[in-house]
């Protein structure tokens, strides 16, 4: 499901700002940009999504602003003393005549300069992306909420004219199978003609036998049987999706249930030879893929 959230948070001259965004995807591919001094914390919060969301992909992008305090920058004098010692230490022994180091050169190795916080403040920079994906994460899923509404009432709309489809097919199989019988029955009389005989060639019961497996080959009740089944459970799963906060997430339960709907259409067609039947049956297949493209961006 698509969705955006955003949140901004301050506190002790830190700022974070959070943006989350998802995209449909059938799974929940998660993706953290932060500043690297953020970039050891990324798993953590990767983690904090994935508690939260099941499906799409989402990216989470932080920026990070320190204020004037936590910015100042300050020079440890104890460790430019060190190189400076250590530097001078190893041109005596080297025989170097210019033992002299550069203040400039010593200021650029490693450490020497910092912040009059150390690393202090990254701990509190965790705890506050933490805060802030969370209110992120939380106006993220209110739009996403909205947006299942509607989804929803499109799944029952093509659940609606789905089982529209399946009503006719109720109906005319009982006419189907009387035709059959008649084309049967027809044909039999037919051949008798051909032969010039007048009497029967052909056991009644041999032929109320044969008409009757033709209807036990035709017989699609079981099928469209489970189909109704299938489509009560949908509107289960929908209302109880939109009418119960703590019914979790459905958009897996709903993939399997279509996929059984798809099941069950395309038995019905590959049993049924009937020309009306056939066209409806295209119908509920169309209806049917409109219902496995929306339920794969469910939550």
């Not at 170097?96 to 403040?121: C, F, N």
């Amino acid at each position: 499901m698509t969705g955006f959230g955003s949140a901004t948070l301050e506190r002790d001259g830190l700022g974070l700002s959070c943006e989350v965004r998802s995209v449909n995807h059938r799974h929940l591919a998660v993706r953290v940009k932060g500043p690297s001094e953020l970039s050891a914390h990324e798993i953590a919060l990767e983690k904090v999504v994935k508690a939260k969301l099941e499906r799409g992909s989402v990216t989470v992008s932080l920026r990070l602003e320190r204020g004037g305090a936590l910015a100042a920058a300050s020079i440890h004098s104890d460790l430019v003393r060190h190189y400076a010692a250590e530097l001078d230490q190893l041109a005596s022994e080297l025989g170097k005549a210019d033992r002299g180091v550069s203040l400039d050169r010593i200021l650029s190795l490693p450490g020497v300069i910092g912040t009059e916080s150390g690393d202090q403040w990254k701990d509190q920079a965790k705890a506050l992306s933490d805060e802030c994906l969370a209110a992120a994460l939380a106006d993220l899923v209110t739009m996403r909420e909205r947006e299942g509404v509607a989804m929803a009432a499109d799944l029952r709309m093509n659940a609606t004219e789905l089982e529209a489809r399946l009503v006719k097919v109720e109906g005319r199989m009982p006419e189907v199978v009387r035709e059959h019988g008649e084309m049967l029955q027809k044909r039999v009389n037919d051949l008798i003609a051909g032969t010039g005989h007048k009497e029967a060639l052909v056991n009644s019961a041999d032929l109320a036998r044969e008409i009757a497996l033709i209807g036990d080959k035709l017989d699609v009740s079981e099928e469209t049987s489970r189909l109704r089944s299938h489509l009560d459970q949908l509107a289960h799963l929908l209302d109880e999706a939109t009418n119960n906060d703590s019914a979790g997430a459905v958009g897996r339960k709903l993939d399997f249930l279509i996929q059984e709907f798809l099941r069950e259409v395309n038995t019905i067609g590959s049993k049924c030879n009937d020309a009306e039947v056939a066209h409806l049956v295209v119908d509920m297949k169309n209806f049917t893929e409109r219902l496995r493209e929306q339920v794969q961006n469910v939550e």
